[in-house]
Protein backbone atom coordinates (compact mmCIF):
# COMPACT_ATOMS: atom_id res chain seq x y z
CA UNK A 1 0.00 0.00 0.00
CA UNK A 2 1.09 3.42 -1.06
CA UNK A 3 2.54 5.66 1.70
CA UNK A 4 0.13 8.44 3.84
CA UNK A 5 1.90 10.90 2.67
CA UNK A 6 1.84 10.27 -1.23
CA UNK A 7 -1.92 9.21 -0.33
CA UNK A 8 -2.34 12.83 0.87
CA UNK A 9 -1.14 13.98 -2.19
CA UNK A 10 -3.19 12.11 -4.63
CA UNK A 11 -6.13 13.10 -2.36
CA UNK A 12 -5.25 16.75 -3.23
CA UNK A 13 -4.92 16.42 -6.66
CA UNK A 14 -8.39 14.48 -7.12
CA UNK A 15 -9.79 17.44 -5.22
CA UNK A 16 -8.36 19.84 -7.46
CA UNK A 17 -9.70 18.16 -10.34
CA UNK A 18 -12.98 18.06 -9.04
CA UNK A 19 -13.47 22.05 -8.36
CA UNK A 20 -12.03 22.65 -11.76
CA UNK A 21 -14.69 19.97 -13.85
CA UNK A 22 -17.56 21.71 -10.86
CA UNK A 23 -16.24 25.06 -12.46
CA UNK A 24 -16.60 23.56 -16.27
CA UNK A 25 -19.83 22.23 -15.62
CA UNK A 26 -21.37 25.73 -14.21
CA UNK A 27 -19.94 27.30 -17.32
CA UNK A 28 -21.38 25.36 -19.76
CA UNK A 29 -24.74 25.38 -17.55
CA UNK A 30 -24.92 29.23 -18.74
CA UNK A 31 -23.79 28.49 -21.96
CA UNK A 32 -26.15 25.99 -23.21
CA UNK A 33 -28.92 28.35 -21.82
CA UNK A 34 -27.73 30.88 -23.79
CA UNK A 35 -27.40 28.43 -27.41
CA UNK A 36 -31.11 26.83 -26.35
CA UNK A 37 -32.87 30.21 -26.61
CA UNK A 38 -30.93 30.74 -29.87
CA UNK A 39 -31.56 27.95 -31.14
CA UNK A 40 -35.50 27.75 -30.41
CA UNK A 41 -35.47 31.46 -31.26
CA UNK A 42 -34.53 30.29 -34.84
CA UNK A 43 -36.06 27.17 -35.22
CA UNK A 44 -39.23 27.48 -36.48
CA UNK A 45 -37.69 29.80 -39.44
CA UNK A 46 -35.34 27.15 -40.22
CA UNK A 47 -37.91 24.48 -40.31
CA UNK A 48 -40.47 26.37 -42.52
CA UNK A 49 -38.20 27.37 -44.71
CA UNK A 50 -36.69 23.37 -44.98
CA UNK A 51 -40.70 22.95 -45.34
CA UNK A 52 -40.60 25.44 -48.41
CA UNK A 53 -37.96 23.87 -49.84
CA UNK A 54 -39.31 20.59 -50.02
CA UNK A 55 -42.50 21.94 -51.64
CA UNK A 56 -40.70 23.55 -54.10
CA UNK A 57 -38.68 20.25 -54.92
CA UNK A 58 -41.59 18.37 -54.72
CA UNK A 59 -42.70 19.45 -57.81
CA UNK A 60 -43.21 17.70 -61.02
CA UNK A 61 -39.89 18.51 -63.17
CA UNK A 62 -37.64 19.97 -60.58
CA UNK A 63 -34.58 18.66 -62.27
CA UNK A 64 -35.46 22.09 -64.65
CA UNK A 65 -36.30 24.51 -62.03
CA UNK A 66 -33.31 25.39 -60.15
CA UNK A 67 -29.65 23.76 -60.87
CA UNK A 68 -29.16 23.43 -56.94
CA UNK A 69 -32.15 21.14 -57.52
CA UNK A 70 -31.16 18.67 -60.52
CA UNK A 71 -29.95 15.40 -59.18
CA UNK A 72 -26.96 13.58 -61.04
CA UNK A 73 -26.78 10.11 -62.23
CA UNK A 74 -24.43 8.67 -61.59
CA UNK A 75 -22.93 10.27 -58.73
CA UNK A 76 -19.85 10.34 -59.04
CA UNK A 77 -18.51 11.95 -55.80
CA UNK A 78 -19.49 13.50 -52.59
CA UNK A 79 -19.27 16.03 -50.27
CA UNK A 80 -20.19 15.96 -46.10
CA UNK A 81 -20.36 19.00 -44.14
CA UNK A 82 -19.44 17.80 -40.99
CA UNK A 83 -20.02 20.12 -37.42
CA UNK A 84 -17.73 19.57 -33.99
CA UNK A 85 -17.22 21.99 -31.58
CA UNK A 86 -13.52 23.33 -31.43
CA UNK A 87 -13.29 21.82 -27.93
CA UNK A 88 -13.12 18.71 -25.69
CA UNK A 89 -14.10 17.99 -22.43
CA UNK A 90 -17.62 17.63 -23.63
CA UNK A 91 -17.99 13.32 -23.27
CA UNK A 92 -18.60 11.50 -26.46
CA UNK A 93 -19.61 14.64 -28.43
CA UNK A 94 -16.99 14.82 -30.59
CA UNK A 95 -16.20 11.12 -31.30
CA UNK A 96 -20.45 10.08 -31.88
CA UNK A 97 -20.24 12.87 -34.78
CA UNK A 98 -17.06 11.10 -36.29
CA UNK A 99 -17.99 7.41 -35.93
CA UNK A 100 -21.31 8.03 -36.89
CA UNK A 101 -19.74 9.93 -40.80
CA UNK A 102 -17.51 7.11 -40.62
CA UNK A 103 -20.11 4.38 -40.19
CA UNK A 104 -22.61 6.14 -42.94
CA UNK A 105 -19.66 7.49 -45.28
CA UNK A 106 -17.04 5.14 -45.50
CA UNK A 107 -18.94 2.14 -47.36
CA UNK A 108 -19.81 4.93 -50.23
CA UNK A 109 -18.50 3.73 -53.26
CA UNK A 110 -17.18 7.11 -54.55
CA UNK A 111 -14.55 9.23 -53.32
CA UNK A 112 -15.98 11.53 -50.60
CA UNK A 113 -14.60 15.00 -49.86
CA UNK A 114 -14.73 16.38 -46.07
CA UNK A 115 -15.64 19.99 -45.09
CA UNK A 116 -15.15 20.45 -41.30
CA UNK A 117 -16.56 22.75 -38.87
CA UNK A 118 -14.93 22.49 -35.66
CA UNK A 119 -11.29 21.91 -34.39
CA UNK A 120 -11.98 18.57 -32.61
CA UNK A 121 -13.95 17.11 -35.62
CA UNK A 122 -11.52 18.23 -38.24
CA UNK A 123 -8.24 16.90 -36.45
CA UNK A 124 -10.54 13.49 -36.17
CA UNK A 125 -10.97 13.68 -39.59
CA UNK A 126 -7.08 14.33 -40.46
CA UNK A 127 -6.15 11.11 -38.87
CA UNK A 128 -8.49 8.66 -39.99
CA UNK A 129 -7.17 9.80 -43.10
CA UNK A 130 -10.33 11.53 -44.85
CA UNK A 131 -9.67 14.09 -47.75
CA UNK A 132 -10.59 17.47 -45.89
CA UNK A 133 -11.14 20.42 -48.40
CA UNK A 134 -11.85 23.20 -46.25
CA UNK A 135 -11.83 24.37 -42.42
CA UNK A 136 -14.23 26.28 -40.48
CA UNK A 137 -12.34 26.73 -36.75
CA UNK A 138 -12.88 29.44 -34.05
CA UNK A 139 -16.36 30.16 -34.74
CA UNK A 140 -17.74 32.93 -32.45
CA UNK A 141 -19.87 31.33 -29.39
CA UNK A 142 -23.05 32.85 -30.49
CA UNK A 143 -22.29 32.71 -34.56
CA UNK A 144 -24.99 35.04 -36.77
CA UNK A 145 -26.13 33.89 -39.88
CA UNK A 146 -23.19 36.24 -41.51
CA UNK A 147 -20.47 34.23 -39.03
CA UNK A 148 -20.85 30.73 -41.13
CA UNK A 149 -22.11 32.10 -44.75
CA UNK A 150 -18.75 31.05 -45.60
CA UNK A 151 -19.44 27.49 -45.13
CA UNK A 152 -22.78 26.66 -47.40
CA UNK A 153 -20.84 29.06 -50.02
CA UNK A 154 -17.98 27.01 -50.11
CA UNK A 155 -20.44 23.82 -50.30
CA UNK A 156 -22.57 25.38 -53.28
CA UNK A 157 -19.67 26.37 -55.16
CA UNK A 158 -17.94 22.69 -54.67
CA UNK A 159 -21.93 21.62 -56.42
CA UNK A 160 -22.03 23.80 -58.78
CA UNK A 161 -18.74 23.16 -60.37
CA UNK A 162 -19.04 19.62 -60.69
CA UNK A 163 -16.94 18.97 -57.39
CA UNK A 164 -19.51 17.34 -55.33
CA UNK A 165 -22.41 15.45 -57.24
CA UNK A 166 -24.18 15.33 -53.54
CA UNK A 167 -23.93 17.18 -50.37
CA UNK A 168 -24.41 15.84 -47.16
CA UNK A 169 -24.68 17.80 -43.82
CA UNK A 170 -23.71 15.90 -40.35
CA UNK A 171 -24.44 17.69 -37.08
CA UNK A 172 -25.85 17.12 -33.91
CA UNK A 173 -29.60 17.52 -33.10
CA UNK A 174 -30.41 19.55 -29.74
CA UNK A 175 -33.57 17.30 -28.51
CA UNK A 176 -33.34 17.82 -24.86
CA UNK A 177 -30.78 18.34 -21.93
CA UNK A 178 -30.03 14.77 -21.99
CA UNK A 179 -29.95 13.80 -25.42
CA UNK A 180 -28.66 14.77 -28.40
CA UNK A 181 -28.73 12.79 -31.73
CA UNK A 182 -26.37 12.74 -34.41
CA UNK A 183 -28.28 13.19 -37.97
CA UNK A 184 -27.64 13.71 -41.31
CA UNK A 185 -29.03 15.40 -44.32
CA UNK A 186 -28.58 15.77 -47.87
CA UNK A 187 -28.22 19.31 -48.44
CA UNK A 188 -27.77 19.48 -52.40
CA UNK A 189 -29.54 18.27 -54.09
CA UNK A 190 -32.55 18.98 -51.90
CA UNK A 191 -33.80 15.38 -50.19
CA UNK A 192 -37.42 14.55 -49.99
CA UNK A 193 -38.30 12.60 -47.18
CA UNK A 194 -35.17 12.04 -45.36
CA UNK A 195 -32.78 9.75 -43.39
CA UNK A 196 -32.00 9.93 -40.14
CA UNK A 197 -33.79 13.12 -39.29
CA UNK A 198 -35.41 14.06 -35.97
CA UNK A 199 -38.97 15.34 -35.02
CA UNK A 200 -37.80 18.71 -34.06
CA UNK A 201 -37.07 19.12 -37.88
CA UNK A 202 -39.53 17.01 -39.51
CA UNK A 203 -41.60 19.45 -41.84
CA UNK A 204 -45.57 18.13 -41.78
CA UNK A 205 -46.61 17.07 -45.12
CA UNK A 206 -49.69 19.13 -45.51
CA UNK A 207 -51.03 17.98 -48.95
CA UNK A 208 -50.51 15.08 -51.02
CA UNK A 209 -48.62 15.55 -54.78
CA UNK A 210 -47.94 19.32 -54.72
CA UNK A 211 -49.00 21.24 -57.57
CA UNK A 212 -46.60 23.47 -59.82
CA UNK A 213 -46.65 27.37 -58.25
CA UNK A 214 -47.59 30.01 -59.73
CA UNK A 215 -44.56 32.56 -59.52
CA UNK A 216 -44.38 36.16 -58.54
CA UNK A 217 -42.33 38.39 -59.73
CA UNK A 218 -41.01 35.33 -61.67
CA UNK A 219 -39.64 31.44 -61.33
CA UNK A 220 -36.12 32.37 -62.18
CA UNK A 221 -36.00 35.26 -59.68
CA UNK A 222 -37.26 33.83 -56.47
CA UNK A 223 -35.69 30.27 -57.40
CA UNK A 224 -32.53 32.28 -56.96
CA UNK A 225 -33.15 34.23 -54.33
CA UNK A 226 -34.60 31.47 -51.71
CA UNK A 227 -33.00 28.36 -52.33
CA UNK A 228 -28.97 29.08 -51.74
CA UNK A 229 -30.93 31.34 -48.69
CA UNK A 230 -32.85 28.67 -47.51
CA UNK A 231 -29.88 26.08 -47.84
CA UNK A 232 -27.68 28.33 -46.36
CA UNK A 233 -30.25 28.42 -43.14
CA UNK A 234 -30.12 25.20 -43.10
CA UNK A 235 -26.74 24.98 -42.24
CA UNK A 236 -26.72 27.85 -40.09
CA UNK A 237 -29.35 25.99 -37.73
CA UNK A 238 -27.22 22.79 -37.83
CA UNK A 239 -24.89 24.67 -36.22
CA UNK A 240 -26.75 26.17 -33.87
CA UNK A 241 -28.32 22.70 -32.39
CA UNK A 242 -24.84 21.03 -32.52
CA UNK A 243 -23.68 24.05 -30.47
CA UNK A 244 -26.18 23.52 -28.19
CA UNK A 245 -25.84 19.97 -27.85
CA UNK A 246 -22.01 20.56 -27.57
CA UNK A 247 -23.09 22.78 -24.11
CA UNK A 248 -25.28 20.08 -22.85
CA UNK A 249 -22.68 17.21 -23.23
CA UNK A 250 -20.02 19.14 -21.93
CA UNK A 251 -22.34 19.86 -18.78
CA UNK A 252 -23.53 16.38 -18.48
CA UNK A 253 -19.73 14.65 -19.04
CA UNK A 254 -18.40 17.63 -16.61
CA UNK A 255 -21.30 16.81 -13.69
CA UNK A 256 -20.55 12.98 -13.86
CA UNK A 257 -16.64 13.53 -13.62
CA UNK A 258 -17.36 15.60 -10.71
CA UNK A 259 -19.66 13.03 -8.96
CA UNK A 260 -16.98 10.26 -9.73
CA UNK A 261 -14.13 12.63 -8.25
CA UNK A 262 -16.12 12.72 -5.08
CA UNK A 263 -16.33 9.04 -4.56
CA UNK A 264 -12.96 9.18 -5.55
CA UNK A 265 -12.17 11.06 -2.85
CA UNK A 266 -14.73 9.32 -0.46
CA UNK A 267 -12.45 5.78 -1.06
CA UNK A 268 -8.77 7.35 -0.97
CA UNK A 269 -9.72 8.92 2.99
CA UNK A 270 -10.98 6.13 3.94
CA UNK A 271 -7.85 4.20 2.48
CA UNK A 272 -5.71 6.92 3.72
CA UNK A 273 -7.49 6.79 7.17
CA UNK A 274 -6.54 2.88 7.60
CA UNK A 275 -2.70 3.30 7.10
CA UNK A 276 -2.69 6.26 9.27
CA UNK A 277 -3.81 4.09 11.76
CA UNK A 278 -1.88 1.14 11.00
CA UNK A 279 1.07 3.48 11.46
CA UNK A 280 -0.15 5.00 15.03
CA UNK A 281 -0.95 1.42 16.26
CA UNK A 282 2.87 0.24 15.10
CA UNK A 283 3.76 3.21 17.03
CA UNK A 284 1.86 2.46 19.63
CA UNK A 285 3.69 -0.89 19.84
CA UNK A 286 6.78 -0.08 19.28
CA UNK A 287 7.00 1.98 22.45
CA UNK A 288 5.17 -0.45 24.37
CA UNK A 289 7.73 -2.79 23.47
CA UNK A 290 10.42 -0.63 24.01
CA UNK A 291 8.99 0.45 27.41
CA UNK A 292 8.90 -3.18 28.06
CA UNK A 293 12.78 -4.17 27.04
CA UNK A 294 13.50 -1.44 29.51
CA UNK A 295 11.43 -2.42 32.40
CA UNK A 296 13.27 -5.99 32.53
CA UNK B 1 -64.34 27.07 -44.08
CA UNK B 2 -60.43 28.26 -43.48
CA UNK B 3 -56.74 28.45 -44.09
CA UNK B 4 -54.35 28.01 -41.91
CA UNK B 5 -51.19 31.43 -41.71
CA UNK B 6 -48.34 30.85 -39.80
CA UNK B 7 -46.16 34.25 -40.02
CA UNK B 8 -42.53 33.80 -38.80
CA UNK B 9 -39.81 35.77 -38.65
CA UNK B 10 -36.43 35.13 -38.43
CA UNK B 11 -36.29 34.88 -34.50
CA UNK B 12 -39.96 33.60 -33.73
CA UNK B 13 -43.30 32.45 -34.99
CA UNK B 14 -45.27 35.92 -34.91
CA UNK B 15 -48.95 34.35 -35.42
CA UNK B 16 -50.64 31.00 -36.32
CA UNK B 17 -54.23 30.16 -36.30
CA UNK B 18 -56.84 29.52 -39.49
CA UNK B 19 -58.38 32.06 -40.44
CA UNK B 20 -60.87 33.62 -43.17
CA UNK B 21 -58.71 35.45 -45.06
CA UNK B 22 -54.94 36.73 -45.46
CA UNK B 23 -53.99 39.66 -47.56
CA UNK B 24 -50.52 40.26 -48.13
CA UNK B 25 -48.22 42.58 -49.97
CA UNK B 26 -46.85 40.31 -52.85
CA UNK B 27 -44.32 41.13 -55.43
CA UNK B 28 -46.90 42.42 -58.32
CA UNK B 29 -49.11 43.84 -55.52
CA UNK B 30 -51.73 43.41 -52.34
CA UNK B 31 -52.93 39.76 -52.77
CA UNK B 32 -56.00 38.27 -50.84
CA UNK B 33 -55.36 34.83 -49.97
CA UNK B 34 -58.74 32.46 -49.26
CA UNK B 35 -59.20 29.04 -48.83
CA UNK B 36 -58.43 26.29 -51.66
CA UNK B 37 -55.92 28.93 -53.31
CA UNK B 38 -53.91 28.00 -56.09
CA UNK B 39 -50.32 26.92 -54.73
CA UNK B 40 -48.26 30.72 -54.84
CA UNK B 41 -44.24 31.36 -54.08
CA UNK B 42 -44.03 35.06 -53.83
CA UNK B 43 -41.47 37.57 -52.32
CA UNK B 44 -43.23 40.11 -50.09
CA UNK B 45 -42.48 43.75 -50.25
CA UNK B 46 -42.40 46.12 -47.29
CA UNK B 47 -45.95 46.29 -45.95
CA UNK B 48 -48.85 45.12 -44.21
CA UNK B 49 -49.96 41.25 -43.97
CA UNK B 50 -54.00 41.38 -42.68
CA UNK B 51 -55.52 38.40 -41.29
CA UNK B 52 -58.89 38.22 -40.57
CA UNK B 53 -61.11 35.67 -38.52
CA UNK B 54 -64.75 35.55 -38.05
CA UNK B 55 -64.67 39.44 -38.33
CA UNK B 56 -61.85 40.48 -36.27
CA UNK B 57 -58.77 41.82 -38.25
CA UNK B 58 -55.16 41.81 -36.97
CA UNK B 59 -52.60 43.61 -38.95
CA UNK B 60 -48.53 42.29 -39.05
CA UNK B 61 -45.81 44.51 -40.55
CA UNK B 62 -43.61 42.52 -42.59
CA UNK B 63 -40.31 43.83 -43.90
CA UNK B 64 -39.92 41.89 -46.69
CA UNK B 65 -39.17 38.18 -47.04
CA UNK B 66 -41.49 35.13 -49.54
CA UNK B 67 -44.70 33.89 -48.97
CA UNK B 68 -45.65 30.11 -49.50
CA UNK B 69 -49.48 29.83 -50.28
CA UNK B 70 -50.66 26.25 -50.61
CA UNK B 71 -54.33 25.57 -50.92
CA UNK B 72 -54.44 24.91 -47.02
CA UNK B 73 -51.54 26.96 -45.31
CA UNK B 74 -50.44 29.88 -46.15
CA UNK B 75 -46.65 30.39 -44.59
CA UNK B 76 -45.66 33.98 -44.55
CA UNK B 77 -41.23 33.88 -44.08
CA UNK B 78 -40.69 37.56 -43.11
CA UNK B 79 -37.50 39.10 -42.73
CA UNK B 80 -39.00 40.72 -39.80
CA UNK B 81 -42.43 40.85 -39.07
CA UNK B 82 -44.51 42.33 -35.46
CA UNK B 83 -48.44 42.51 -34.73
CA UNK B 84 -49.15 46.10 -35.55
CA UNK B 85 -50.74 46.35 -31.66
CA UNK B 86 -47.32 45.44 -29.88
CA UNK B 87 -45.27 48.22 -31.77
CA UNK B 88 -43.84 50.42 -29.52
CA UNK B 89 -44.51 54.05 -30.63
CA UNK B 90 -42.10 55.85 -28.75
CA UNK B 91 -39.26 53.58 -29.14
CA UNK B 92 -40.20 53.19 -33.30
CA UNK B 93 -40.15 56.83 -33.35
CA UNK B 94 -36.75 57.10 -31.52
CA UNK B 95 -34.70 53.85 -33.78
CA UNK B 96 -36.28 55.87 -37.00
CA UNK B 97 -34.57 58.91 -35.93
CA UNK B 98 -31.53 56.56 -35.09
CA UNK B 99 -31.69 55.42 -38.30
CA UNK B 100 -32.14 58.65 -40.41
CA UNK B 101 -28.80 60.16 -38.67
CA UNK B 102 -26.78 57.23 -39.28
CA UNK B 103 -28.08 57.10 -42.91
CA UNK B 104 -26.79 61.24 -43.01
CA UNK B 105 -23.63 60.90 -41.20
CA UNK B 106 -22.28 59.30 -44.25
CA UNK B 107 -22.15 55.58 -45.45
CA UNK B 108 -20.45 54.72 -48.54
CA UNK B 109 -23.88 54.19 -51.14
CA UNK B 110 -23.78 50.77 -52.42
CA UNK B 111 -21.89 49.38 -49.38
CA UNK B 112 -23.56 46.59 -47.13
CA UNK B 113 -23.03 49.08 -44.31
CA UNK B 114 -25.30 51.45 -46.14
CA UNK B 115 -27.71 48.73 -47.32
CA UNK B 116 -28.01 48.03 -43.64
CA UNK B 117 -28.87 51.55 -42.60
CA UNK B 118 -30.96 52.10 -45.27
CA UNK B 119 -33.23 48.95 -44.93
CA UNK B 120 -33.64 49.67 -41.01
CA UNK B 121 -34.51 53.24 -41.88
CA UNK B 122 -37.48 51.33 -44.28
CA UNK B 123 -38.31 49.23 -41.68
CA UNK B 124 -38.67 51.80 -39.15
CA UNK B 125 -40.73 54.17 -41.47
CA UNK B 126 -43.11 51.42 -42.22
CA UNK B 127 -43.63 50.38 -38.63
CA UNK B 128 -44.64 54.39 -37.97
CA UNK B 129 -46.68 54.04 -40.63
CA UNK B 130 -48.40 51.45 -39.59
CA UNK B 131 -48.77 52.14 -36.05
CA UNK B 132 -50.62 55.80 -36.94
CA UNK B 133 -52.84 54.41 -39.81
CA UNK B 134 -54.25 50.97 -38.42
CA UNK B 135 -54.04 51.49 -34.79
CA UNK B 136 -57.12 51.72 -32.54
CA UNK B 137 -60.08 50.01 -34.71
CA UNK B 138 -59.15 53.09 -37.87
CA UNK B 139 -58.81 49.35 -39.79
CA UNK B 140 -60.51 50.62 -43.05
CA UNK B 141 -57.48 51.69 -45.61
CA UNK B 142 -55.62 49.40 -48.20
CA UNK B 143 -51.58 48.40 -47.27
CA UNK B 144 -49.46 50.53 -47.10
CA UNK B 145 -46.48 51.45 -50.08
CA UNK B 146 -43.56 50.64 -48.13
Redesign the interface.
Known amino acids: MASAREMRIRIRSVKNISQVTRALETVSASKVRKAINAVMATRAYATKAWQVLTHVAAQPGRESLHPLLARRTPVNNALVVVVTGDRGLAGAYTSNVIRFTAHRFDSVPVPVKYIAVGRKGRDLLIRRRKQVIADFSNLPAAPSFMDVSAIPRVAVDEFMQGGADEVFLVYTDFINMGRQVTAVKRLLPLELGGEGRVEAFEPKQVSGPAAAYEYEPDQREILDEIIPRFTALQVYQAILESLASEHAARMIAMRNATDNAKELVGALQLAYNKVRQQAITSDILDIVGGAEALAQ | MTIRC?I??????VYAGDVDIVVLP???GEMGILPKH??????LKYGIVKVRTAGREELFTVAGG?A?V????V?I?ADAAENVEEIDEARAEAARKRAKEALASGAQADTDVYLAMEAALRKSNLRLDAVRRYRKGRVNLPGSEG
Open positions: EVSQDRTGAAAPVLTTIEQPEITL
